[in-house]
């Protein structure tokens, strides 16, 4: 910034204070004088911040999107060619029936080699999670420890049975998903490490080592999937990732890594249990195996974001720079002052 | 009529017991139990409170509600405890000051014994002692003195800040009444209920038997004491409780007056307004989507269970719920911001040390707190010319004295070897006029110990006229009861004083009644202003003379008094003075009556002679007033005085100037149709002058104003607003208070500045009122919003700290509005992905700290900023121009702050849901880095709108971005409160960091973008002056660039249209013209032309900017 001005502060008051010595409460802050830096825009001052934009802005977007390019990601939407042709339209028969088969199995291509960990996620599309009936619909207390078993309020309209109230209650926990996956390269059993999808600090603050479940999706709707009674809430990590509601309609959720690296090229079999109900809104499911690379998984934006800023305040600099060049207007010229028809300010 | 009346038995603990309230006063507001709903009630008055509250209602609704109610509640009852703890402190203080007034003691006569009392137990009737340099405790009737006349002195100065002293004397009727025997008096007095005015009581008084007849005696002001005056120069007095407690006259002057809304603030209202029509637009059209959404899709969405039959309210709940989650687009941290920011403005004026008054010590004071930013959109000065542009301190010049002119070759009579031989050779015209000056007065003298003398007077003429007198050797030594004595080169002549007929502003003159205690003669000695008293005089006697001389000395801009005499045959006087008595004695309009008798003696004068008195112009007057016309602002002077003498004073301020460039129109008359006739020319003139590069300016009197306001209110509207100057001579009080209503109607800020108390009433009318607390007092001081030592002053009040209190109240409200406006954007764009059902993106801590602490604190050091230095400005008044014409806050720059919210809202939402999808949307993750988003780009905003970096304003810019991780961390490391850990998560991810730095360069770069190319390419003045001012250089030259004539010429045509350019027939000078009607040559029979400064232009552009 333009520091060469800085307010003639240090003169004037000193010899104001002589003059008025009769007033106590003589301040530079009751003066108004605090010595002061006033940056104005110079066109030096603002082709330099431009310019220095574009020169930082241009490498980090390259490198973040060399980041973005080098992890490999594989996705893979089954929600519709897991329904047998049979069904045809009636998509929604299909998955709410109970007698239907509901596995299916389904082949993934490694496009490149894949570096362990390699995270699977699911991807559900247009599911609201963050809608205001969904997203409140939890007790925190309940979840937290045994002692607020009964603390249900919020959790309307998945609070109570006659037996007492549900734990996990509220419509998250009771819609969560519950289709499975089954890896197997070639023939041989991909183990699915679930260790670690969950944060910790949920599985220590959020959710009680003491609370079980108890009354879920025992009556009534059947929403998702059913928990395992004699695991304390702390370790179902399933529904703790689910539990973390998602802010966009599209998001995924981690469902469990792969320890071992995939080459380039090997076929991947995975046997998906398509039982969670999309078809009744139209929604996409996709599975996604994806490495990681420092800047997080696979994401141009920011790359081109970056890029696009770098270069437009490049640009901008340059036609700044262009401009004083051709129309050179000096800063505080005093023509313009009392003497001009003011044209700029007459509406 | 009885109604209006109480009647009060003096010294009766029976029979006025209980009637009337105790001597207790009470200022406070409220009472411990009352305070709550009182003050509540108050608050809740307010629009925005009550909206405010509303909000905080529905809040608790928990189905509609998206947020915890505590984001509302909280900061809602922070700032009414707040404000009601500034009332409850406030009337804290005054019980406290209330108790000590109320617990003084006092001597009062009880069941006939003197006793020591509280003085809040004393009651109406109750007799008073009071000792010398005591307060006063409530309003007396004065029964008895320590003097033997039965005289005492009060000083008044808490009552109406004069500081002199003043004589109050004890009614006839208790006149010679035994010390002994005065706590036995008995009788009644008659008076009026309580009224405020501190000037007037028209009261009677009878007494019991024994004590003299039973004849009722009048009382006047004259006969009283008031409560908080002080006796001073008298041993004890005493007298008898009229009025207690907060019936008093200064208890019922004392009154809470109207609040005054500045032009900013009712911008800011209606912007308020604006955007909540706007939020209410939002409201029903999302409402409306949200319901139709949620029976098209949510219920497919099975895990959302909507319920398949539902009442018809719940079709409200959405709406309801939107209207909660926009409600923040009203900032509710605006209104405490403003308030607290104000009350600093104010304290700025308070504390500077460069409007302290060196002669006397007086700072600034600034007693509205709320309206500083209207001293920068000033438009209108109205002043005062005795006293506020002048010194108000009067020196005698000169004199003509039958015919004779003393004084005009030395310009000081009282050296004039003629005048000094004349006084010696006792020259019997001279002496008589001496003696006029020494005793037509109400001074009292008072010798030292030392044996000088000093003159204590209510009137500064008065005073000059009796210093004059005595340099002259008529000393005026003593005044004891009604004998004044008067050392007359060694010689004593004592007068007895028979009656005062008193100077009121109507009347213009006043009169003393003497006899000379040697010859027994009575004489009507007599003083007033021209115009009252020439036409008294008697059929004989020539006036050219007096008239030329009255003339000759208002051109050169003294102040001119007459003085007359006549004597009274014995028979005439006693007659009179029974109509007299009668007419002091009467209850219903007893200020006319005397008027009116006192003219039945007032004539056949024989006029002694023409004194000119000197009224130097205070220091810097001119160039305050070339400043302040510059900076575009319209002066008129409304004066008492007379015509010719406010037209020279105008002259020698800056006001007008002469020759050739200006016109004076003079509009007068006698009649109706004369005057409309006047006004007629005079504003055909102005029309076809007002296109030319030329100030026309009228002057009036107040006998033309008079009949001009009431018959043609409209034509002399339409003059004010062509008229940038004006002077109106010979006005009244409430003419000038009417003058100021008539400005203020036209939608133009007017300032009133005086110093007396008949400034009074204009200084309360006008939008702004600046008292200088000068000679005449306080009072009008008392009344105004500021008061400041001298004019000059008023340069700095209005360029300095009005310009910077509006340049900064505009900025800070429209930023309030500009951060809510930002995060209810987001919150709206994400309603738009979370199925239009009014989920909110920040949980309810974000919000409430968001409004509370992060945006509020880095705007409230914006109280610091300066645009453009003091020197800067004061060197370049015109730069008001911007604030006048409310160029920096108004519907197209609060457009612009919207705009810039919308598009800071669209970057940083969609930053924000671009690099969190998929994997990374976590609702708590996500909020946080849309709200840091939020803060980040706040605080470049506030940096990139900041002028001026001090110390503070680094400090709470970037300090508070720096608190707002520290806040979030510690937030965050509390497991309950929702977001656990998410700050540390984020700040260990280097895609947030790269989203904080994206966020900024994207949503600031086009900001300082299309700024630098404004401020380089499309400056506004102000622009041009910081370049300036910060590069140096050109900045030393630019004081003294005066405009070309040729340009004035070219620039300010094109904005008058189609006015022709050569003169119309009408331009002919009226002034001649006119001044025939009165029978006055107008000095050299020239117009006079007004200086053409380059604040015409400013004016006239600014005037086009107003209307377009």
Known sequence: MDLGSTDGASESPSAAAKKHSKKPKYSKFTQQELPACKPILTHGWVITAFVSVGVIFIPIGLASLFASERVVEIVDRYDKDCVPSTYGNDTLAYIQSTQTNKTCIRSLTVPKQMKSPIYIYYQLDNFYQNHRRYVNSRSDEQLRSKAYEFDTDDCDPESNTDKGPIVPCGLIAWSLFNDTYGFSLQNKVLQVSKKGIAWKSDQKHKFGSDVYPKNFQSSGLIGGAKLNKSIPLSNQVDLIVWMRTAALPTFRKLYGKIEVDLEANQKITVVIQNNYNTYSFGGKKKLVLSTTSWFGGKNDFLGIAYLTVGGLSLFMAISFILLYVVKPRPLGDPSLLWNINPVGHSN | ?1108
């Not at chain 2, 003097?147 to 208790?174: F, H, M, N």
């Not at chain 2, 009228?698 to 062509?722: N, P, Q, R, V």
């Open chain 2, 1 to 1108: 009529m009885s109604a209006m009346k109480r009647y009060i038995y003096i010294n009766d603990d029976e029979l006025s017991q209980n009637l009337y309230c105790d001597n207790r006063i009470s200022n406070k507001k409220y009472t411990i139990l009352n305070f709550l709903p009182k003050n509540l009630w108050e608050q809740f008055s307010r629009f925005m409170n009550q909206y405010f509250l509303l909000i905080a209602c529905l809040q608790l609704w928990s189905l509609i509600t998206p947020v915890n109610p505590a984001t509302t509640w909280g900061p809602l009852i922070i700032i009414f405890a707040i404000s009601a703890t500034k009332e409850a402190w406030d009337d804290y203080n005054r019980y406290l000051s209330d108790k000590k007034a109320n617990e003084k003691d006092v001597w009062v006569v009880k069941q006939g014994i003197k006793k020591h009392i509280q003085a809040q137990d004393i009651r109406v009737g109750n007799i008073v002692w009071l000792r010398e340099n005591v307060e006063v405790p409530c309003d007396l009737v004065l029964i008895g003195t320590s003097d033997p006349q039965g005289l005492c002195y009060v000083e008044t100065a808490a009552l109406d800040g004069e500081t002199d002293l003043k004589t109050r004397v004890i009614p006839s009727a208790c006149v010679g009444i035994d010390f002994e025997l005065l706590h036995k008096i008995k009788g009644v007095i008659e008076c009026p209920n309580p009224d405020k005015d501190i000037r007037r009581l028209d009261a009677n008084l009878r007494l019991f038997p024994p004590f003299i007849d039973n004849d009722v005696c009048s009382l006047t002001i004259k006969n009283t004491i008031l409560q908080s005056c002080y006796l001073r120069n008298t041993e004890w007095a005493c007298g008898v409780a009229v009025y207690t407690g907060n019936e008093t006259k200064l208890g019922m002057s004392r009154g809470v007056p109207e609040p005054k809304l500045t032009a900013v603030d009712a911008t800011i209202d209606k912007l308020t307004g604006a955007i909540f029509i706007f939020q209410i637009v939002v409201v029903i059209v999302l409402g409306i989507a949200g319901n139709v959404w949620k029976d098209t899709e949510a219920r497919k969405q099975w895990y959302v269970q909507y319920p398949n039959e539902v009442s018809w309210h719940e079709l409200l709940v959405i709406p309801l719920r939107f209207e909660l989650l926009c409600s923040i687009m009203i900032p509710i941290s605006v209104k405490v911001s403003l308030d607290l920011v104000k009350s600093l403005y104010a304290k700025f004026i308070d504390w500077d040390s460069e409007m302290i008054d060196l002669e006397t010590g007086t700072p600034a004071l600034a007693a509205n707190t709320a309206i500083s930013e209207d001293l920068g959109q000033v438009e209108y000065i109205m002043t005062d010319k005795t006293g506020t542009l002048t010194e108000n301190r009067m020196i005698f010049k000169r004199c003509c004295i039958s015919g004779r002119f003393y004084g005009n070759e030395s310009g000081d009579a009282l050296k004039d070897v003629e005048l000094v031989n004349a006084v010696a050779s006792g020259s019997p015209d001279v002496i008589r006029f001496l003696t006029v000056m020494a005793i037509c007065n109400t001074v009292i003298p008072i010798r030292s110990k030392s044996g000088s003398i000093s003159y204590k007077a209510q009137s500064q003429d008065e005073e000059a006229l009796v210093r004059a007198a005595a340099c002259l050797h008529m000393v005026f030594v003593n005044k004891s009861a009604d004998i004044l004595e008067i050392n007359l080169n060694g010689a004593i002549v004592q007068f007895d004083v028979l009656d005062t007929l008193e100077f009121t502003s109507d009347r213009k003159r006043m009169s003393v009644v003497v006899k000379d205690c040697k010859s027994g003669k009575i004489v009507l000695l007599s003083k007033g202003a021209d115009e009252a008293l020439l036409p008294c005089a008697h059929t004989g006697q020539q006036m050219r003379t007096f008239a030329e001389a009255v003339e000759q000395y208002a051109q050169l801009g003294l102040r001119t008094l007459c003085l007359a005499w006549r004597e009274l045959e014995e028979d005439e006087y006693r007659e009179w003075s029974l109509t007299f008595r009668d007419a002091n004695s009467s209850l219903v309009d007893r200020e006319w009556r005397v008027a009116e008798v006192c003219q039945r003696l007032e004539h056949d004068f024989e006029i002694l002679g023409v004194a000119a008195i000197e009224d130097r112009l205070q220091d810097g007057v001119p160039e305050t007033i070339k400043a302040l016309r510059q900076a575009g602002i319209n002066f008129w002077m409304l004066t008492g005085d007379k015509q010719n003498t406010a037209v020279q004073i105008a002259l020698s301020c800056n006001f007008v100037s002469p020759e050739p460039k200006g016109q004076l129109l003079l509009i007068n008359g006698k009649t109706e149709d004369e005057v409309c006739s006047s006004l007629e020319k005079v504003l055909l003139t102005m029309r076809t002058t007002n296109s030319e590069p030329k100030d026309v300016a009228f002057a009036i009197d107040g006998w033309a104003l008079e009949i001009a306001l009431k018959h043609y209110k409209k034509a002399i509207t339409e003059l004010a607003l062509l008229s940038r100057t004006a002077i109106c001579c010979r006005v009244t009080p409430s003419q000038k208070a009417q003058l100021v209503e008539l400005v203020k109607s036209c939608d133009y800020k007017t300032l009133a500045i005086g110093d007396g108390g008949n400034d009074v009433r204009m200084i309360q009318e006008a939008d702004i009122g600046v008292g200088i607390s000068g000679r005449e007092g306080l009072q009008a001081a008392r009344a105004a919003d500021y008061s400041i030592g001298k004019f000059r002053f008023l340069k700095r009040l209005i360029l300095v700290h009005g310009r910077y209190s509006y340049n900064r109240t505009a900025f800070l409200s429209q930023y309030s509005f500009y951060k809510s406006l930002l995060i209810c954007f987001i919150q709206i764009f994400f309603s738009f992905i979370s199925g239009i059902s009014g989920t909110s993106l920040f949980n309810s801590v974000s919000l409430m700290a968001y409004n509370v602490f992060y945006t509020s604190i880095p705007v409230l050091v914006s109280v610091l900023d300066k645009d453009l230095s003091e020197t800067t400005v004061m060197q370049h008044p015109q730069i008001l121009f911007y604030c006048q014409a409310g160029r920096l806050l108004n519907p197209s720059t609060f457009a612009g702050w919207f705009g810039r919210s919308l598009f800071h809202a669209i970057v940083v939402f969609v930053i924000t849901i671009r690099v969190y999808a998929f994997e990374r949307s976590d609702m708590e993750e996500m909020s946080m880095v849309a709200l840091s988003g939020c803060i980040w780009l706040q605080a470049f905003v506030v940096a990139l709108e900041t002028n001026s970096f001090t110390v503070l304003q680094h400090l709470a810019i970037w300090g508070n971005l720096a608190g707002f991780y520290f806040i979030n961390w510690i937030v965050s490391a509390f497991p309950s409160l929702g977001m656990h850990t998410i700050m540390f998560r984020l700040c260990r991810q280097r895609c947030y960091w790269a989203t904080m730095l994206l966020i900024v360069a994207v949503g600031m770069g086009p900001v300082l973008a299309l700024k630098y190319f404004r401020y380089t390419y499309r400056p506004s003045k102000i622009n041009i002056l910081q370049q300036a001012e910060r590069l140096g250089g050109p900045i030393l030259s630019l004081g003294n660039i005066e405009p070309q004539p040729r340009l004035l010429e070219k620039d300010v045509t094109p904005s008058s249209g189609t006015q022709p350019k050569n003169r119309n027939p009408i331009y002919e000078p009226l002034l001649s013209d006119s001044s025939n009607a009165t029978g006055r040559s107008f000095g050299s029979g020239t117009p006079f032309d007004f200086f053409q400064s380059q604040s015409r232009l400013s004016s006239s552009y600014y005037r086009n900017c107003k209307d377009t």
